[in-house]
């Protein structure tokens, strides 16, 4: 009878563990994988965004029917009015970020440049 040298058997024990954990690695680097993509958050445009808060607001708050309505024609004509002011905010904004840049050396220059880069990309993103 051939049986196996305790040295082969801690060697096929070894080999199953090794293999059995690079199954479950994988099955558990696949299911978190997943439900990262899957949790992460549907961007949204901006109205998308307002309806959605509108919408929250009402919940929260109880509104009736009737306060919603006029609670969205508020809200509209604020949008409207923040539409209109949005070129003296740029403005502003411009000569704001003129002011501090006179205030940096050139070796700080780059680095608030890259700065104002990603606030942009933000801002953009958030649709503001």
Do not use: C
């Amino acid at each position: 009878m051939n049986e196996p040298t305790v040295q082969q058997k801690a060697s096929l024990w070894l080999g199953v563990i090794f293999v059995l954990g690079i199954a479950l690695g994988g099955v558990l680097g696949y299911a978190f994988a997943h439900r990262s993509y899957a949790a992460a958050p549907v961007q949204l445009n901006a109205e998308q965004r307002r309806a959605q808060k509108r919408e929250q607001l009402a919940r929260e708050v109880g509104l009736t029917a009737e306060q919603q309505s006029q609670v969205i024609a508020i809200l509209d004509q604020a949008q409207t009015e923040y539409k209109a002011i949005q070129p003296q905010i740029e403005a502003v904004r411009q000569q704001s970020r003129d002011k501090i840049r006179q205030l940096l050396t050139p070796e700080q220059k780059p680095k608030f440049e890259e700065f104002l880069r990603k606030m942009d990309e933000e801002r953009k993103r958030l649709g503001q």
